[in-house]
């Protein structure tokens, strides 16, 4: 087992098919434990409203999927009843303002089937600004700067540290990326669908 405390910022690393996706799929319960449990400040998730459990946390893939419509309906697919300045606000924090409000459109700029129309950079902020929407307490990133050149994936790193310190976020982050588990509060290795105990994990 392990923990990880609030405000902090926890890689899972290990092998291709080792459990790590699986492991972070436990907690907003896309699959349930068989045995044991997850918990958030001692309560079982089982025991919470999916609904509300869901809302507070934001997830943020590697193949950032964006919708064939607006700026404006990405992000309003986390929270359909989101106002204009959560949505801006939304994409102040992921620092994706300075370009959406470039655009002659702005919010209402169109990003083409699967976000055709943005940079990977751009696409990759969009879905963070998504997943900030709410206001999460908890932020899963799996593998999310896998398909990112190295100047955006230094720059989706540091958003990821800059959202932790200024605003308390929780980061659970899937990651091959050695230098950004290096970076991370603790670190917890898999293999096998196993922790593997290390200096670095509560086990």
């Not at 309906?73 to 994706?96: F, G, H, M, S």
Request: proline residues 3%; charged residues 25%; negative net charge.
């Amino acid at each position: 087992s392990f923990s990880l405390p609030r405000g902090k910022c926890l890689a899972i690393v290990g092998p291709s098919g080792s459990g790590k996706s699986t492991l972070v799929n436990l907690i907003p319960r896309l699959y349930d434990v068989n045995s044991g449990g997850v918990f958030f400040d001692g309560i079982d998730v089982r025991r919470l409203d999916l609904s509300y459990l869901r809302k507070n946390i934001g997830i943020v893939s590697q193949e950032t999927y964006l919708f064939n419509g607006t700026i404006r309906e990405n992000l309003l697919y986390a929270k359909p009843n989101a106002d204009e300045a959560e949505l801006v606000a939304a994409c102040r924090t992921a620092q994706i303002w300075d370009f959406v409000s470039s655009q002659e459109a702005g919010l209402d700029t169109k990003v083409g089937n699967r976000g055709l129309k943005l940079s990977g950079g751009e696409k990759q902020r969009v879905a963070v600004a998504r997943a900030l929407v709410n206001n999460p307490a908890v932020i899963l990133a799996d593998e999310p700067s896998g398909s990112l050149d190295t100047k955006n994936k230094e720059e989706l790193h540091q958003l990821f540290f800059d959202l932790r310190d200024q605003f308390g976020q929780t980061f659970v982050i899937v990651t091959h990326d050695e230098q950004l588990a290096h970076i991370t509060d603790r670190t917890i290795q898999m293999r096998d669908g196993l922790l593997v105990p290390s200096e670095d994990a509560a086990v």
